[in-house]
């Protein structure tokens, strides 16, 4: 249940947070400032190109990202992958546009260093003074809930372990007396919800927060008659959210409210982010690594009878099938109704296959996948279809993992699920990862992703 009061938690938090503001700017400012403090340290000077430079990094780091609800650990990671990101990509079009000649190495380099530095300390002073700041009186902000059931109560310990969003919680306002309540532990009940209007004009109730079935609609519609004669806002916390969500959050068709509940994070600016850095690093990659690719297909063709390439039925986008690409390992094709998978000592894997296993090098023909736009570097690594038509019927939530590309590494295998699944329990491990990086999906964990497949295919032997 916690988990599932952290997804629906954003939908919250931005009207709650009296600091969105102060971060929406703060990560941009810091880039433009550290900046300005090298090219005055370094050359003595802050002239056009300078401003150019800081007007793009403002725009590309724009909006910044709070930090306050994670650890300060899980800020420096993301904040210098962040930064690496943003580095790589002004360095690509400096370069090829010749712009990166105009601005001595010295200040690059020491705006290299100072750039993340300036970040951390600016949210970490953020840290020190917004729990100071939303907790003087005049900040703070009182709320009730109605509605002491487990959502209720998941949503009171958000809000008490949470000091950054300014909210003192009251109590609970139920009919229900605490013996018919059960374990309710130590909350405070204020009274039945026919008591809730006069209670918040007495108090100067700030927010009310409606943790109510959906089923008890009369019920609803009365309160909210009742609360009209209150300067409260009310907000609906609806047990839909009791299910399992992928990228939730408000939307509207033509004007009418809906609530995303199971969607692709992949809309709008970040499917575009997506797919062109998938369709750059593809390309890039494939060039570089064309002498690499020549070799393993000699070698593959000299080690046993067949084809170079291993084409294989796998589900991609939305379930439809694709074929996968893999330089060939095995001495055998299996693409039928069942498809047993690869084990430890594996007769039908060659030699040389075994070695392109071990090293994920029979993955790299998958690069030609994403450039054909049926695939992803970053994502859920797609399974051959006689599993997922196993698998669907046993594990819940499996397709949802359909609602973005497959991918050539995945956040399942650099958390060592990688190779093979031969238990339903690790299987289902492997979904609840990948459903974890639908949630979570930011260009940033992409890049960690990249940076930890690398070092997952020279330490890890679970892949044969």
Same mark, same amino acid.
């Given at each position: @249940?916690?988990?599932?009061?952290?997804?629906?938690?954003?939908?919250l +938090?931005?009207?709650?947070? *009296?600091?969105?503001l102060?971060t929406?700017?703060?990560? !941009?400012?810091?880039?433009?400032?550290?900046? *300005?403090?090298?090219?005055?340290f370094?050359?003595?000077?802050?002239?056009?190109?300078?401003?150019?430079l800081?007007?793009i990094v %403002?725009?590309?780091?724009?909006?910044?990202? =709070?930090?306050?609800?994670?650890? %300060?650990?899980?800020?420096?990671?993301?904040i210098?992958?962040?930064?690496i990101?943003?580095?790589?990509?002004?360095?690509?079009? #400096?370069?090829? =546009?010749?712009? *990166?000649?105009?601005? !001595?190495?010295?200040?690059?380099?020491?705006?290299?260093?100072?750039?993340?530095?300036?970040?951390?300390?600016?949210?970490?002073?953020?840290?020190?003074?917004? !729990?100071?700041?939303?907790?003087?009186?005049?900040?703070?902000?009182?709320?009730?809930?109605?509605?002491?059931?487990d959502?209720?109560?998941?949503?009171?310990?958000?809000? =008490?372990?949470?000091?950054?969003?300014?909210?003192?919680?009251?109590g609970f306002f139920?009919?229900?007396?605490?013996q018919?309540?059960?374990?309710?532990?130590?909350?405070?009940?204020?009274g039945?919800?026919?008591?809730?209007?006069?209670?918040?004009?007495?108090?100067?109730?700030?927010?009310i927060?409606?943790?109510?079935? @959906?089923?008890?609609?009369? &019920?609803?519609?009365?309160?909210l008659?009742?609360?009209?004669?209150?300067?409260? =806002?009310v907000?609906?916390?609806?047990?839909?959210?009791?299910?399992?969500?992928?990228?939730? &959050?408000?939307?509207d068709?033509? #004007?009418?409210p809906?609530v995303?509940?199971?969607?692709?994070?992949?809309?709008?600016?970040?499917g575009?982010?997506?797919?062109s850095?998938?369709?750059?690093?593809?390309?890039?990659?494939?060039?570089l690594?064309?002498?690499?690719?020549?070799?393993?297909?000699?070698g593959?063709?000299?080690?046993? !009878?067949?084809?170079?390439?291993?084409?294989?039925?796998?589900?991609?986008l939305?379930?439809k099938?694709?074929?996968?690409?893999?330089?060939?390992? @095995?001495?055998? @094709?299996?693409?039928?109704?069942?498809?047993?998978?690869?084990?430890?000592?594996?007769q &039908?894997?060659?030699?040389?296959?075994?070695?392109?296993?071990?090293?994920?090098?029979?993955?790299?023909?998958?690069f030609?996948?994403?450039?054909?736009?049926h695939?992803?570097?970053?994502?859920?690594r797609?399974?051959a279809?006689?599993?997922n038509?196993?698998?669907?019927k046993?594990? +819940?939530?499996y397709?949802?993992r359909?609602?973005? +590309?497959?991918?050539?590494?995945?956040?399942?295998?650099?958390?060592?699920?990688r190779?093979?699944?031969?238990?339903?329990?690790?299987?289902k491990?492997?979904i609840?990862?990948?459903?974890?990086?639908?949630r979570?999906?930011?260009?940033?964990?992409?890049?960690?992703?990249?940076?930890?497949?690398?070092?997952?295919?020279?330490?890890? &032997?679970n892949?044969y």
């Amino acid at each position: @249940m916690d988990a599932l009061l952290n997804q629906q938690h954003p939908l919250l +938090k931005s009207r709650l947070s *009296l600091t969105r503001l102060i971060t929406t700017f703060l990560d !941009p400012a810091a880039l433009v400032m550290s900046l *300005l403090v090298s090219a005055w340290f370094d050359a003595h000077t802050i002239d056009a190109p300078y401003v150019v430079l800081a007007l793009i990094v %403002f725009s590309l780091s724009f909006p910044g990202r =709070s930090y306050l609800n994670v650890s %300060f650990r899980a800020a420096i990671r993301d904040i210098v992958l962040g930064w690496i990101l943003l580095a790589v990509v002004l360095v690509f079009f #400096g370069y090829a =546009s010749g712009y *990166l000649k105009v601005f !001595p190495q010295e200040v690059l380099q020491t705006w290299a260093l100072l750039a993340p530095a300036m970040q951390l300390g600016a949210h970490l002073i953020l840290r020190m003074v917004v !729990p100071r700041v939303v907790s003087m009186p005049a900040n703070l902000r009182r709320a009730v809930i109605v509605g002491a059931n487990d959502l209720g109560l998941q949503l009171a310990q958000q809000l =008490s372990k949470n000091p950054y969003l300014g909210v003192r919680l009251h109590g609970f306002f139920d009919d229900r007396s605490r013996q018919r309540l059960g374990d309710i532990g130590d909350a405070n009940l204020l009274g039945a919800m026919k008591d809730l209007a006069s209670y918040s004009r007495q108090n100067q109730i700030d927010l009310i927060y409606l943790s109510l079935p @959906m089923t008890t609609q009369p &019920r609803i519609l009365n309160l909210l008659d009742q609360l009209a004669d209150t300067t409260a =806002s009310v907000y609906f916390v609806p047990d839909i959210f009791v299910t399992d969500l992928i990228q939730a &959050r408000m939307d509207d068709v033509n #004007g009418m409210p809906v609530v995303a509940v199971c969607d692709t994070p992949f809309t709008g600016i970040n499917g575009i982010v997506k797919s062109s850095s998938d369709f750059l690093l593809a390309l890039l990659f494939l060039v570089l690594a064309s002498p690499l690719l020549i070799a393993i297909s000699v070698g593959v063709k000299r080690s046993s !009878p067949g084809p170079i390439l291993f084409r294989q039925r796998r589900y991609g986008l939305d379930g439809k099938e694709i074929l996968v690409y893999k330089f060939r390992s @095995m001495t055998v @094709m299996e693409d039928g109704a069942n498809v047993t998978q690869a084990t430890r000592n594996d007769q &039908r894997i060659t030699p040389f296959g075994a070695f392109l296993r071990r090293t994920s090098l029979d993955e790299l023909p998958q690069f030609i996948n994403v450039l054909q736009g049926h695939m992803s570097i970053v994502g859920p690594r797609p399974h051959a279809v006689a599993h997922n038509e196993t698998y669907r019927k046993l594990i +819940k939530g499996y397709m949802v993992r359909h609602k973005v +590309k497959p991918g050539i590494t995945g956040w399942a295998q650099v958390n060592g699920l990688r190779g093979e699944t031969e238990t339903l329990d690790k299987m289902k491990r492997r979904i609840d990862f990948d459903l974890e990086y639908l949630r979570n999906w930011s260009l940033k964990l992409d890049l960690m992703i990249i940076m930890r497949t690398v070092l997952v295919v020279f330490k890890d &032997r679970n892949a044969y």
